[in-house]
């Protein structure tokens, strides 16, 4: 049985990214920049057969929606107040312990520890060594799962399926658990085991996410001649374009910006980088996280 060091109170029941657009941003005219090619990932599996297409059309108006919450999670996390935001942030700094989700004075709380192990790297990422990650059984996965109650009343299981590692957290395929819940938990899981100014990446796999792996797959991929399944190469989506703030705008993108805003002082860290990435006909996603200290002229902020 794992000892946990730290606590968890979490009621599940407050969703602080729940929030509509109030205006469409004008459709701009995609930057070629934006996107980088990568290295061809080790050992990438692809898919044979068709699968039928029964995602939804993807409309303008979603992605300029997509687009301007975007801005606002990286104006949120860029800037230390909200003077220079569009509207205030939403999102406040998550004091959440990963104890008090496993053994909480009220056991309404209470959310069942159904997998609790030291595993071996995801096999989704490939080589763990260019990112200094660690290779071996040093992996901690975490699964949790909580009765509630939806919107039309039915009843069932919020889950949790994560693992962490130094540096890093991993979102599995999370089942009926939304992005603010996500980002609180993912956050305690890590601190649990390692100090919280120590994360630079977070990784989603497996996205079934069907906002957010629409977008990519029938917007931003064929933007530029790209098909995800069967794609060979990892794309990286640069800091402050169009592509990089409609990811950030999608539900996996947002509860991203929401955990950095939940576990870092706003205008300390940055996303520089947004990953994606086909494993066996997938989405895969990485987001890279960086400090940001002010240069010496005050005037510009680098990333380190």
Known sequence: MI??????????????????CQEDLEKKTPNKQSV?????????????VDVPDLHPVMTQEMINIFRQKGNDYQSWINDQDDTSCQRPCIVLPSTLKLDELIQPSDDSKRWDAYFNAWVDVPEEIGDPRPLNLPIGMDYHQLYLRKLGVEKDGSVGWNKYHGRVAHTAIFADNNVRLDGPQWSQIAQAHYQGF?????????FRMTVVNEETHTFVDKVLYPR???????????????????????????PLGKAVGAL?????PRGTRRIIQILTWQYDGDLQMRFDISRVSLAQDQ?????V
């Not at 000892?3 to 509509?20: C, K, M, N, P, W």
């Not at 390692?194 to 977070?202: A, M, R, T």
């Not at 530029?224 to 374009?241: I, K, N, P």
Request: charged share 30%; net charge negative.
């Open 3 to 20: 000892s946990f060091r730290t606590s968890l109170a979490l009621d599940g029941t407050t969703s602080i990214l729940e929030e509509r």
């Open 36 to 48: 980088k090619h990568q290295e061809k990932l080790p050992e990438v599996k692809t898919k044979s």
């Open 194 to 202: 390692f100090d919280i100014d120590s994360l630079k990446y977070v």
């Open 224 to 250: 530029y001649g790209f098909e995800l399944v069967g794609d060979s190469q990892m794309r990286a989506w640069l800091y402050d374009t169009d592509d990089y703030r409609e990811i950030m705008g999608t």
């Open 260 to 264: 950095v805003l939940g576990a870092f």
């Open 299 to 303: 005037s510009n902020w680098l990333c």
